[in-house]
């Protein structure tokens, strides 16, 4: 079946990075682009970036420029997300979440990882 | 970017009601909107698609409408597994979500 597993919990101190991955089976790898998602606790869902797996292009939400990395291992169909220079408001759960549609670029979000907790503190 | 504004934020009701959570977005989107479904411990469930475009395995008693700027989310007839929290997606410019709508036991 389709699923996406997430890496584990990570703790990370402030200024550090942390980089989170996102192992895909079940369907073509490069079928479908693949979204980050973040979610502080109790708060709501907030869209990070986007990343084709063909190309490896990208594109992150403002907020996130210059601290986003998204890249993808077509080898071992994982998607990685690495973000810099962690505060502690960076603490949320983070998602990999799969595009509905085979080659869209506009479309809802169909399959989700479990989340992968970070939590940035001193 | 595009804003989403989600109303009420939190939704008190019984079974049986009919329930109807409005996304109002900051500008056209044309019908390039979801709305999905969150429990507490879980990942978001995608409920709905092109607004209005009910996903396989989804109950007919969820519905959607709307397009350009509003949107509305109704459950006819609101049963116990429906309490959760509900957030809408826009998709025609990248992503983002409505700040959600906790649908709770009155």
């Known amino acids: 079946q389709v699923q996406l597993v997430q890496s584990g919990a990570e703790v990370k101190k402030p200024g550090a990075s942390v980089k989170v991955s996102c192992k895909a089976s079940?369907?073509?790898?490069?079928?479908?682009?693949m979204h980050w998602v973040r979610q502080a606790p109790g708060q709501g869902l907030e869209w990070m970036g986007t990343?084709?797996?063909?190309?490896?292009?990208?594109n992150s939400a403002q907020q996130f420029q210059g601290r986003l990395t998204m890249t993808r291992d077509r080898s071992t169909s994982t998607f990685y997300m690495e973000l810099d220079s962690l505060r502690s408001e960076d603490t949320a759960l983070y998602y990999c979440?799969?595009?509905?549609?085979?080659?869209?670029?506009?479309?809802?979000?169909?399959?989700w990882g479990q989340g992968t907790m970070v939590t940035v503190s001193s | 970017d595009i804003q989403m504004t989600q109303s009420p934020s939190t939704l008190s009701a019984s079974v049986g009601d009919r329930v109807t959570i409005t996304c109002r977005a900051s500008?056209?989107?044309?019908?390039?909107l979801a709305w999905y479904q969150q429990k507490p411990g879980k990942a978001p469930r995608l409920l709905m698609n092109?607004?209005?475009s009910l996903e396989s395995g989804v109950p007919s008693r969820f519905s959607g409408s709307g397009s350009g700027t509003e949107f509305t989310l109704t459950i006819s007839s609101l049963q116990p597994e429906d309490f959760a929290t509900y957030y809408c997606?826009?998709?025609?410019?990248?992503?983002?979500f409505g700040g959600g709508t906790k649908v709770e036991i009155k």
């Open positions: 979440a799969r595009m509905l549609t085979s080659g869209s670029y506009n479309d809802a979000f169909d399959i």
């Open positions: 079940g369907y073509t790898f490069t079928s479908h682009n």
């Open positions: 990343i084709t797996p063909s190309g490896g292009s990208t």
């Open positions: 500008q056209s989107i044309s019908n390039w």
């Open positions: 092109k607004a209005s």
């Open positions: 997606q826009q998709y025609n410019s990248y992503s983002s």
